[in-house]
């Protein structure tokens, strides 16, 4: 990704809406993150400038000239996926998605949580063959995808050891019960949904 260039956009839409840093990349990435990328001192990850251009009510496909091969080829792979499973081509979505771990870095919080989101639904390969995850396993990966990103999890989900999938045997081992952070962060989001928002543009 050309940080200048997109770092660049990014803080010229920002600016044209009278939106402040804090506010635009809540859930994302820092503060000073989002300071490096507008300044092009950091290099964000596809899923992190799709989010934040979203944010922005931009589509990033009308930046795709920015994109390099990588990026191009993991945006693409994005849509394959989500339309895959949404046709519930479950053995061929796990196939693009297998090809997008091997390109994301796990270090993405976004998109390791649209991976987890995909997985949930496509399922895994066991001995070749694709085997989909019960309800309950469904659910705390879900959950698990959810504080990822969302700010109520920030300082709690930023130690863990791991945001990666869970093997099948933990799930099973769990139970697929919810940690006691992400219930308290579920519950803060059903609070916030029912407060007035100053803003309107997510």
Partial sequence: ??????GDCIRQLREEQNVNQEDLCRGLCSKSTLSRIERGCHVPSMGTVALLLQRLGVNEDSLSFLLGTAEMEIS?????????????????????IGR??????????VMQQFLLRSKALAGHLQDGQR??????????????????????????TRLRPSTRLPSPTRMRATGGTPSTSTASCLSTRAAASTTPRRKSQW
């Fill in 131 to 156: 085997v989909a995850y019960d309800n309950l396993a469904k659910r705390e990966m879900l959950l698990q995808a959810i504080e990822l990103t969302h700010p109520a999890c920030w300082e709690s």
């Fill in 76 to 96: 693409n792979l994005h849509k394959e996926i989500e339309a895959l499973n949404a046709q519930r081509k479950y053995d061929e979505a796990l196939q693009k």
């Fill in 100 to 109: 997008m771990e091997q390109l994301t870095d796990p270090k993405d919080r």
């Fill in 1 to 6: 990704m050309k940080a200048y260039n997109i």
